[in-house]
């Protein structure tokens, strides 16, 4: 079965730092383009990042600098390395697999909470 | 405020048909990019309702349906259901931000 576990979100003082993951299984992550999406509370959808096949990465400018994804391709595993962290990160984060019909997103994790605050 | 606009919410009674706008502009809808929809339960993943604008994954019922027209593309959801109660996003990229970008999500009450 093709599924996706994030993981790895908690509570952070403004200025912290948080690797989220996610682990996938019934594919290959190296094989697509991977991404992190978030949901502030309240608000809709917003794309965070992308890694692709070829390992190239890019960032929405809201985080750029701040968020590294990356992918352990012996483990299967996505990750995103979140730092310098600020009350307006506060999300689920979704880790989400890029369609092989391009531009979109076929499979979702359940998503991680990612909670900034003093 | 999302690049993709959509209504906040929508309602319709059991049975019957609902759509959702999505409304872009030339640098995104408009300049060709196709549009995806996904359903959204709170709590629960996101799902892959319609890709490449008005394309159904397998096992999304034929009752879901998605079209394009210039700088706008909409979902149609006919034969409406409790279990369609859930907020539905649409999605596409835009080249002035270089970015993958979603609407701001409508909210479907069944009534």
């Known amino acids: 079965e093709v599924q996706l576990v994030d993981s790895g979100g908690g509570l952070v003082q403004p200025g912290g730092s948080l690797r989220l993951s996610c682990a996938a299984s019934g594919f290959i992550v190296s094989g697509t383009y991977m991404n992190w999406v978030r949901q502030a509370p309240g608000k809709g959808l917003e794309w965070v990042s992308v890694i692709y096949s070829a390992g190239s990465t890019s960032y929405a400018d809201s985080v750029k600098g701040r968020f590294t994804i990356s992918r352990d391709n012996s483990k299967n595993m996505l990750y995103l390395q979140i730092n310098d962290l600020r009350v307006e990160d506060t999300a689920v984060y979704y880790c989400a697999r890029g369609g092989a019909d391009g531009g979109n997103f076929d499979v979702w994790g359940r998503g991680t909470l990612v909670t900034v605050s003093s | 405020q999302s690049v993709l606009t959509q209504p906040p919410s929508v309602s319709g009674a059991p049975g019957q048909r609902v759509t959702i706008s999505c409304t872009g502009s030339s640098s995104n809808i408009g300049a060709g990019f196709d549009v995806h929809w996904y359903q959204h339960l709170p709590g629960t993943a996101p799902k892959l309702l319609i890709y490449?604008?008005?394309h159904r994954p397998s096992g999304v019922p034929d009752r879901f349906s998605g079209s394009k027209s210039g700088t706008s593309a909409s979902l149609a959801i006919t034969g409406l259901q409790a279990e369609d109660e859930a907020d539905y996003y649409c999605?596409?990229?835009?080249?002035?931000?270089?970015?993958?970008?979603f609407g701001g999500g409508t909210k479907l009450t069944v009534l």
């Open positions: 490449l604008n008005s």
């Open positions: 999605q596409s990229y835009d080249t002035n931000l270089s970015n993958w970008v």
